[in-house]
């Protein structure tokens, strides 16, 4: 079948974009994408400006933007004036947030290796590692609100 000018079928979209075509018709249901045209043989006709909006959409995934921000984001792109204050904002909850997990990761890797060099000392019939998890107090597991 002969390609519309200005149109891409999915698999060229998800070719150009490196997003695989499941998230593509994902992000189509929940509306990061709009429906695409479909041909006379059913197939998806995206125009090529969905390549922009889409690179856009991965590579703010890539840097762990939830959807919702996402979104904000691809309104505040759309605008012809885009509000700087609100794109900061937004990037600045983010980085909070990355802030945190990493702070966090650091945590556990301190655990990790603790509990790494215990098996490493010892040679005795209980591994200390198993014991440490499987006595370890159980805490409530606590999410970092975000503010807007």
């Not at 150009?16 to 018709?25: D, L, P, Q, W, Y």
Request: with cysteine.
């Amino acid at each position: 079948m002969a390609k519309t000018e200005g149109l891409v079928q999915i698999g060229a979209l998800s070719r150009r974009t490196g997003v695989n075509i499941e998230t593509i018709r994902y992000y189509e249901r929940i509306g990061l994408l709009s429906a695409p045209p479909r041909s006379q043989g059913g197939y998806r006709q995206s125009l090529v400006e969905d390549v922009r909006r889409l690179n856009f959409v991965r590579r703010l995934r890539e840097l762990g933007f939830p959807l919702d921000d996402v979104r904000a984001l691809l309104d505040l792109a759309a605008r012809k004036r885009t509000a700087c204050r609100e794109v900061q904002k937004l990037a600045g909850g983010h980085l909070a947030a990355v802030q945190g997990k990493i702070k966090d990761l650091r945590r556990m890797e301190r655990v990790l290796r603790d509990m790494v060099a215990s098996c490493e000392r010892g040679v005795a019939p209980q591994c200390p590692m198993i014991e440490t998890l499987w006595n370890a107090e159980i805490r409530p597991v606590v999410t970092r609100r975000r503010r807007h």
